[in-house]
């Protein structure tokens, strides 16, 4: 079973190039590709991804204060 992954960045060159290099590897998923914190607390949601993978500069929030916040989707993160 692949690992699924969600990928956040805000530049879209960087997105869209890290997204392909994602899904040439035969074990990972990429379920989603955001550009705001408030996608990627919504993908999150949504796809309840194995991993997240996210600029650590990320305008509007900072990863770190979004990341913690998934588990107000679930309880088990």
Do not use: C, W
């Amino acid at each position: 079973m692949a690992l699924t992954v969600v990928f956040a960045d805000d530049n879209y060159l960087v997105r869209e190039g890290i997204a392909a290099l994602l899904t040439e590897i035969d074990d990972v998923e990429l379920v989603d590709t955001v550009a705001d914190p408030a996608s990627l607390l919504k993908a999150v949601a949504e796809h309840q991804p194995d991993a997240v993978l996210t600029d650590i500069r990320i305008p509007r929030r900072s990863p770190p204060k979004a990341s913690v916040q998934p588990n107000r989707f679930d309880s088990t993160i």
